[in-house]
């Protein structure tokens, strides 16, 4: 008989793949804006925001094809949708396989930036090849984890947000000490030249690549599979679904549970698409539209704050992300208390409030007070933790409880926000800051369109989210 404790998914385990994939991925998605863009004044060579925004839109597309149309439908078949404490070797497998070409690719990269006398240019024929290739293997990592996460969870009392919150330690902590290592590194210059791009470069890779290989070793040896993740109630196995049919004189459930058309757990018909039912097709247009203005902040916000205020440094910058995520962890940690006092529509809602009122505030800092930045970040805790945990949850409830397409669900959500909406948000926003002369008007200028579009976009939201309410009951 196999022993139970080989069977478990370790809470600790889990917790430090969060921590350590998605700091890795923070410093390389924060500052690479930075590396490929020119600044006015500046000897290095870089790209326009309007060009920059096409590399990150490039970046962004070959994520979502990876991650939506590869790995999601591919972790469904070798699954099964059965949850990881079943198929352990598998998972481990899984995550030793995805981080090597991640290993490899950034230490091309890295050597890349410190091998040559001065630092690739992105015109040059090596580096946005590189990027776009470093792209496709860096979704594997993380578009597994949120599969393990995600179906472990279910089955335990461990909610989501209280494993993602520490990605969210991650991506601030890492941010920040990648930006001091940088600004270290290449003594505290306030101009972008080669000697801070080398720097910023060699921190940013630095980072992921010990993190790649902490993380292969953790995995390999798994040394902290002694904290499982506690088991949920049984859940319910329809006898009580039936008896209100009984006390209604409802046979036509009977018939239907018995022929296994409902889903006792979710009361979706099981025979049904859930990828093509409206309320997801609600959420992926409001993920779209929100990672459309949100990637004004997520790919620019460095970018505008170099040019516009000049005592920046890469420190201050990676500060900000430190206390943004900071206040994500509450945020995390009741997510499910949050959702289910609130309804995932109208958390979908306050996060756009929260976004229209942090990026028009962005555009009247005056530049003696860059700290009050400082203080609009925390608004990002609802902006992003809590609609992505309710995005997640409305995906899977969403998903009939059928656990086999979990992965595809869940990597079509992901892909949506992260990859298609950012990605065609960094080519409008680059676009939006190159329609005026001025860059740091162009960049205010970007910022009240954001936050102009999120506002009609609620209202929609709003209108189709009561509709599909009100048909609910009558289908």
Known sequence: MTDPSAQVVSASLLKYLYFATTGSL?????????????????SSPGLSPTNVGYCLALFSLVNFTSSTFLLGPSLDRITNGTPPSLRPSKYRAAFLLSFLPNLLIALALLLLYLVPASPPSPLGPLLIPLLALFSLVTVGPSTILETVAILSTKASRTSYGSLRLYGALGWGVCSWLS?????????????????????LAGSVYGFFLASCLLSMLVVFVDPLAVDPLAPAPPPDDGTEQLLDAADRGDSEVFTEVEEGRVDTHS?????????????????????????????????????YISTAYADSTNGFLGLLILVMT?????????????????????VFSLSHLCYIGRVYLY??????????FGL????????????????????REMGGGD???????????????????????SVLGGMLVDSRDDPIDGYRFMYRVGAVVLGAWSIIYRLAAAYLSCRKPHQ
């Open 26 to 42: 923070a410093p390389y998605i924060k500052y690479l804006p930075l590396l490929l863009l020119h600044q006015a004044g500046s």
């Open 267 to 303: 009361g979706q018909s099981s025979g049904s698409n859930p990828i093509l039912s409206a309320p997801l097709l609600l959420l992926c247009s409001n993920l779209l539209v929100t990672g459309i203005c949100v990637s004004f902040v997520e790919s620019f916000l460095f970018a």
């Open 376 to 395: 609009l970040e925390p608004l990002h805790a609802f902006v992003f933790a809590a609609m992505m945990c309710a995005a997640v949850e409305g995906g």
């Open 326 to 346: 900071l206040c994500e962890v509450p945020i995390f940690v009741y997510s499910k208390q949050i959702i289910k006092k609130l309804g995932i529509a109208n």
């Open 363 to 372: 555009t009247v800092i005056p530049q003696s007070r860059m700290w009050m």
């Open 179 to 199: 930006g001091i290592a940088a600004d270290e590194l290449s003594g505290g210059d306030d101009e972008l030249d080669d000697r801070e791009r080398v720097a």
């Open 403 to 425: 656990d086999k397409k979990q992965a595809t669900i869940q990597a079509l959500l992901r892909g949506i926000y992260y990859y298609v909406g950012l990605g065609v948000g």
